[in-house]
Nanobody
Framework: QVQLVESGGGLVQAGGSLRLSCAAS????????MGWHRQAPGKQRELVAA???????NYVDSVKGRFTISRDNAKNTVYLQMNGLKPEDTAVYYC????????WGPGRSYWGQGTQVTVSS
């Protein structure tokens, strides 16, 4: 059993900041990539940012320069620092983790339950 628990969402004015956190727990052997996706009403879910276990990160173009993804491997936790928020960033944000539960076991992606981020104009 693996759980991803997100926190840090909320309501903020345009230009403000929020920091999302996501902690993975349970039967985990190793975590490869961790990331954040988001889904706005009426839109497809999109990958916002991802980071490997070695610290390499990538971002969707719309958040480059504003969002920063980071992780604490010892705590199995990933963070998303969001600065300069815009109304178009409003969405439900989901944490993901690609992990294995045993040595030489298959990899699988797990998702959190989602946290709402609302940016008012």
């Amino acid at each position: 059993q693996v759980q991803l628990v997100e926190s840090g969402g909320g309501l903020v004015q345009a230009g403000g900041s929020l920091r999302l956190s996501c902690a993975a727990s349970g039967s985990i052997f190793s975590i490869n990539a961790m990331g954040w996706h988001r889904q706005a009403p009426g839109k497809q879910r999109e990958l916002v940012a991802a980071v490997t276990s070695g610290g390499m990160s990538n971002y969707v173009d719309s958040v480059k320069g504003r969002f920063t993804i980071s992780r604490d491997n010892a705590k199995n936790t990933v963070y998303l620092q969001m600065n300069g928020l815009k109304p178009e960033d409003t969405a439900v944000y989901y944490c993901t983790a690609d992990l294995t539960q045993r040595r030489w076991g298959p990899g699988r992606s797990y998702w959190g339950q989602g946290t709402q981020v609302t940016v008012s104009s």
